[in-house]
C-alpha cells in the first residue's frame, strides 16, 4: 500500500511524521462495511520500526514519535491546528524497562479531548516485572504485544476501548479515575481460584457423560463433534469458543436467510441478537442437548483455560458483538465473558425478551459483579437449565 510521509523538522534522530494511505490506491479496494470501520488514526511513540509498519498496514493513517517528549510537542501542535485538529483513536506507547509513565499521564490529563482516547502499552519483549509495572499504571488501558494482533482484532479491540473511556468521561456516575482500570482492579484470585477448581472436577466427574455426548453426535450426522467459533469476552477478548455441535453442517451460512424468524426486535441500526425458537437447523441429538444444556459442557474447557468464568456475561459471536460498540452497551464488555449469568437466570427461554432487556441486564452484571453475586446466580442457574424452549 503506498504511503505519503508528510515533512517535519530535521533532528539528529529519526522522527517519525504522519502516515496516510494514498487514496488513489485506497479508491481501487473494494468497499465493504468492515472497511467503515476500520477508520481509525494511530499514534505510536517509540523507536521499533516493524511495530509501525504493523500499524500502518491496519490503520487508515496515524502518527508515532520517538519519545514521550516529542509526542508531546508534536500532540500539542496537533491540538493547537485551528483548520485540522488532530484526535488520536488510540495512543501506543512502547514500554521497556526504563519507561517513565509520569510524564506521558500528567500530559494527556491536561487536555480534555486527549483524556477520551486509551493508552495501550506494547510490552514485547518485557520480563513480568515491567509488565506488572504497566498493570499498576492506572491511566493505561489495555496490554498488549503487537505481533500477535491479528490485524481484525486489534481494530475491534481499539473501537471497543475508545467507546468506553470516552463514555466514562460522558457519565456522571464516572470519573477518569475510575477508568477501565477499576474495572480491571477488582478482586479476581477468590473467583479465578473458585472458577479453576469446579471446571477441572465436573469435566473429570463428567467425562464419562461427554464421551456419550459425542458418540451420539458421530452416529446421528456427519461433521464435527465440536462447535468452535470466535466469540468475544471480556475487554472485546476474541477466543475460540467451545460447545458440542447441536446443529446441522453449515447451519451459519442459513442466518441471513432465516433473519424472519429471528425471536428478538428486527432493527435497522443498533444492537444485533439472532435466536430462532423450534431452529429447523437443530439437529435431534442437538435437541436433546440444549434442552438439559450438555451442549455447553466444552465450555468449562474455556473456563479452565482463562478465557470465561463459571458466570459473567455471554461471549457474543463477532457479528453481534460489533453491533454492542456503542457508547450506551460497550460497557456490558467490561465483566467476565461466562457460561451462565444474570440473564439466563431471570429471562433465559422467556419468548418476550428484547435486545434492550437483554443488555441491560448484561450491564447490570458488569456494575455489581462479585464472588458473592456469582454465588447468587449459580444457586438460582438449576432453574434455568430445564429450559422449555429449544432456541
Not at 459425542?214 to 468475544?232: C, L, T, W
Not at 449469568?341 to 443488555?359: F, P, T, Y
Amino acid at each position: 500500500m503506498e504511503l505519503t510521509f508528510l515533512p517535519g523538522e530535521k533532528t539528529a534522530k529519526r522522527i517519525y511524521r504522519h502516515f496516510s494511505i494514498n487514496t488513489t490506491v485506497a479508491a481501487e479496494q473494494p468497499t465493504t462495511s468492515n472497511n467503515a470501520a476500520n477508520k481509525l488514526e494511530f499514534f505510536y511513540i517509540g523507536k521499533k520500526a516493524a511495530n509501525i509498519d504493523s500499524l500502518i498496514r491496519t490503520f487508515e493513517s496515524g502518527y508515532a514519535a520517538e519519545s514521550v517528549s516529542n509526542a508531546r510537542s508534536m500532540l500539542k501542535r496537533l491540538l493547537q491546528n485551528s483548520k485540522n485538529i488532530f484526535i488520536p483513536d488510540v495512543i501506543i506507547l512502547e514500554v521497556n524497562a526504563s519507561t517513565d509513565f509520569r510524564e506521558l499521564q500528567q500530559f494527556l490529563a491536561t487536555d480534555t479531548l486527549l483524556q477520551g482516547v486509551p493508552v495501550v502499552a506494547e510490552v514485547s519483549g518485557l520480563t513480568e516485572a515491567d509488565i506488572k509495572r504497566c498493570k499498576d499504571c492506572r491511566f493505561i488501558d489495555e496490554i498488549l504485544v503487537l505481533n500477535e494482533q491479528n490485524r481484525s482484532a486489534l481494530i475491534r479491540k481499539i473501537g471497543f476501548l475508545k467507546k468506553v473511556k470516552q463514555q466514562f468521561l460522558v457519565e456522571k456516575n464516572f470519573t477518569l479515575e475510575k477508568s477501565l482500570q477499576a474495572y480491571k482492579d477488582r478482586p479476581t484470585v477468590i473467583k479465578r481460584g473458585f472458577d479453576i477448581v469446579v471446571s477441572s472436577s465436573i469435566l473429570l466427574a463428567l467425562s464419562p457423560v461427554m464421551l456419550l455426548v459425542m458418540a451420539a453426535i458421530r452416529m446421528e450426522s456427519k461433521g464435527p463433534i465440536f462447535y468452535i467459533s470466535k466469540r468475544a469476552g471480556r475487554g472485546y477478548k476474541i477466543f475460540n469458543f467451545f460447545k458440542f455441535r447441536t446443529m446441522e453442517v453449515g447451519a451459519d451460512k442459513k442466518v441471513a436467510a432465516m433473519s424472519h424468524l429471528n425471536q428478538y426486535d428486527a432493527v435497522q441500526e443498533g444492537p444485533v441478537f439472532f435466536k430462532v425458537d423450534n431452529d429447523p437447523r437443530i439437529t435431534k441429538v442437538g435437541n436433546f442437548l440444549r434442552k438439559t444444556s450438555l451442549d455447553e459442557l466444552p465450555q468449562l474447557v474455556n473456563v479452565l483455560i482463562g478465557d470465561m468464568s463459571l458466570v459473567g456475561n455471554r461471549p457474543l459471536p463477532l457479528y453481534e458483538a460489533a453491533s454492542l460498540t456503542t457508547d450506551q452497551w460497550a460497557k456490558r464488555f467490561m465483566a467476565p465473558a461466562g457460561i451462565t449469568g444474570l440473564w439466563q437466570v431471570k429471562k433465559r427461554g422467556k419468548k418476550d425478551m428484547s435486545v434492550a432487556e437483554r443488555i441491560e441486564l448484561d450491564i447490570d452484571y458488569a456494575d455489581r459483579y462479585s464472588f458473592l453475586y456469582d454465588m447468587w446466580i449459580m444457586a438460582n442457574t438449576p432453574a434455568a437449565l430445564m429450559q422449555s424452549s429449544n432456541a
